[in-house]
């Protein structure tokens, strides 16, 4: 028999990315979600199509066959799976996640009854800095619901040991990850035709954290351990989503008529502004986590520049740039980088060039509909000034160093 991954979530990166690699080194991958439709059409056709866009323009087509799904409605079915796999991984979104954790900790329950001592390790493919806490949390609190677990700690285990026996914990792992493959949607009319299709870029590394595991590495070829993951998730964040966010909103700014990402970076002032906010952020990262090179940084911003180029995506500035009240949250990529950078009394003038940028952003769908919260934060900007939108929809504080530089940077970038 095949080793068996349980994958909460069959969305496009559930499907794209960690199903497609665990399916590809033979383990049979069973999918749990809400969607009846994907679920239904998963069981009756045992596989779907994975489409890698190339920059040069051809397609590859990647077979993902051996899977099979089950209705997260169906809990007791879904606790059944989770007892009985060999690894388990998420990729269901920051709001779904606590739901999900509440299933894993039923599914543990019903583990250590079915096989006692064997560790069960959950990789969260969630692109969120405290994943692991989210749904250790959750797990804790479904096992105090359900009266703990009937295992105690050995006679010589400590209080907290005996504790995290009560809970599972010392049998589940949880491992972060740092996803930076880009998955584009789907247009409508191929997804019509096909609700199981996904598009990809052809990056296919997911880096995991190494310390996470309770069990052994799974014999995944396209996985990379690391030991600092913490630095990986920010690499992503204050890297990766901030220049994919900065070429949105200067390429928004520089031609509000610009539609493709691909087309934003092809504008000089758009590429030069992205890279050196890139630059700064990357400087901040060096100076944080010395695990990071300050060569190999660079040559990721390179990478992702010519990754974010490939007109075959067809990724959107819209779509890129959509949800300010998320983007410029205080810990998210532009605010959290410049705080970064400030830390290490770093300048951080391009990225605040970025956030200014950003409160002027008002790039619509296809239908021409823009979203509504990022509506409010401009028009928050317009009436009240860059002041107030840094201290209210990103949470900066008055008095607070840090804060306060990343203010005067940003209100000193609005009066320019």
């Known amino acids: 028999m095949s080793a068996k991954l349980v994958l909460f979530g069959a969305g496009n990166i559930g499907r794209s990315f960690i199903a497609e690699l665990f399916a590809s080194a033979g383990y049979e991958v069973v999918f749990v979600d809400i969607n009846e439709t994907v679920v239904d059409e998963l069981n009756r056709r045992g596989g779907y199509d994975v489409v890698i866009k190339h920059p040069e323009g051809t397609d590859e087509v990647l077979p993902v066959r051996g899977v099979r799904a089950v209705n997260a409605a169906q809990a007791q079915a879904v606790i059944a799976e989770v007892a009985r796999a060999d690894i388990a991984a998420t990729a269901v979104g920051s709001g779904a996640l606590p739901s999900v954790a509440k299933l894993i900790g039923a599914g543990m329950a019903e583990r250590r009854r079915r096989r006692p ?13 405290d994943a692991a806490s989210v749904v ?5 609190a479904q096992a105090d619901a359900s009266g703990g677990a009937s295992a105690s700690a050995s006679g010589g285990a400590s209080a907290d040991d005996a504790a995290d026996e009560s809970h599972g914990d010392a049998l589940l792992g949880l491992v972060q990850t740092s996803i930076g493959k880009m998955v584009p949607i789907v247009p409508a009319d191929v997804s019509a035709r096909d609700p ?3 598009f990809a870029e052809p990056y296919d590394t997911l880096i995991v954290d190494a310390k996470g595991f309770r069990g052994e590495l799974p014999p995944v070829d396209r996985i990379r351990a690391v030991d600092d993951i913490r630095a990986y998730v920010d690499r992503k964040l204050f890297l990766h989503n901030l220049g994919h966010a900065a070429v949105a909103y200067l390429g928004f700014q520089a031609d509000p008529a610009v539609t493709l990402i691909a087309d934003a970076l092809g504008i000089e002032s758009v590429r030069e502004g992205a890279a050196r906010a890139m630059s700064e ?7 944080a986590y010395p695990s990071l090179s300050p060569g190999d940084l660079h040559d990721h911003r390179d990478d992702l520049l010519a990754r974010f180029a490939n007109r075959a995506l067809g990724d ?6 959509r949800d300010l009240p998320r983007k410029l949250a205080r810990e998210d990529r532009l605010v959290g980088a410049m705080l970064l950078a400030s830390r290490g009394g770093l300048p951080f003038a391009a990225i605040a060039a970025v956030y200014l940028a950003a409160l002027g952003f008002a790039a619509a769908d296809e239908s021409g509909r823009r979203n509504a919260p990022d509506e409010e934060v401009v028009r928050l900007a317009e009436s009240r000034g860059a002041g107030t939108v840094l201290t209210t929809v990103s949470g900066l504080r008055r008095g607070d ?12 970038a609005a009066g320019r």
Not at 117 to 129: F, H, S, Y
Not at 136 to 140: D, L
Not at 401 to 412: F, G, L
């Open 117 to 129: 001592g064997d560790p069960l390790d959950v990789i969260l493919a969630e692109n969120v800095r």
């Open 136 to 140: 250790r949390e959750g797990v804790r």
């Open 196 to 198: 199981l299709v996904v």
């Open 281 to 287: 952020s990357a400087a901040a990262l060096a100076y």
């Open 316 to 321: 959107t500035v819209f779509r890129v740039g």
């Open 401 to 412: 160093r840090d804060d306060e530089r990343v203010i005067a940077a940003v209100t000193a």
